[in-house]
């Protein structure tokens, strides 16, 4: 599974697209499409753009939220809120081939996510973002550490866990020596898409 995940940003259709195609031109791997204030059929437009385009670059696609649309664009997968259906129902629309992730904000969150087999968790906000409208209570680094010791302590296998909320280039190597298995960013992506390059270039960093 790759490392790093571009979460989409954009106010407009043409802005998302841009956006998306700048990052796969600089060599994104794993795109996740966001884009929370669209009308339907905008949104149904930029994932069967995005889709196409993602498996021009070979790279994976993942809606947010929508499981239906990620079924009707055969999309590589998608990715849930708390409150955004079960894990256990976009299993049973997807089929097992799919990646299902889901957002986690504290550790039960983490233990009901890895009880409901998510391929991966979303675990954050590491520090404060605009990206999010409805923003969880920040872990910063030292939540991470413990919910990465409390599973420890229960003799937990730690699962696929990807930092995000405010992540940058800089968090990295931090976030990886604390056990977090890699890292989903937007807003430093959008602002400046060659840095995909220096995220890339961190030997600790590659899949």
């Not at 664009?73 to 259906?85: E, F, S, Y």
């Not at 995000?164 to 602002?191: K, M, W």
Request: glycine content about 8%.
């Amino acid at each position: 599974m790759e490392k790093l995940q571009y979460i989409s940003k954009g106010h407009t259709r043409q802005e998302q697209e841009l956006n998306i195609r700048k990052a796969l031109d600089h060599g994104i791997k794993w795109v996740q499409i966001r884009w929370k204030n669209a009308s339907e059929n905008e949104l149904i437009s930029l994932c069967e753009v995005s889709k196409q385009l993602c498996s021009e670059y070979q790279s994976i696609c993942i809606i947010n939220d929508n499981v239906k649309l990620a079924k009707s664009i055969d999309a590589d997968g998608v990715h849930l809120g708390l409150n955004d259906g079960s894990i256990e129902e976009a299993r049973i629309i997807l089929g097992d081939n799919k990646i299902i992730g889901g957002t986690a904000n504290t550790l039960s969150d983490v233990l009901q996510r890895m009880k409901e087999s998510c391929d991966y968790i979303g675990l954050g906000p590491l520090r404060f973002t605009s990206t999010k409208e409805k923003l969880s209570p920040i872990l910063g680094f030292e939540g991470y550490q413990e919910i990465i010791n409390k599973l420890h302590e229960k003799s937990m296998m730690i699962p696929k866990i990807f930092a995000i909320g405010g992540v940058s280039l800089e968090d990295i190597q931090s976030l990886q020596q604390l056990g977090i298995y890699g890292v989903a960013v937007s807003g430093q992506i959008t602002n400046q898409p060659s840095i995909i390059n220096e995220f890339k270039a961190l030997s600790s960093f590659k899949p």
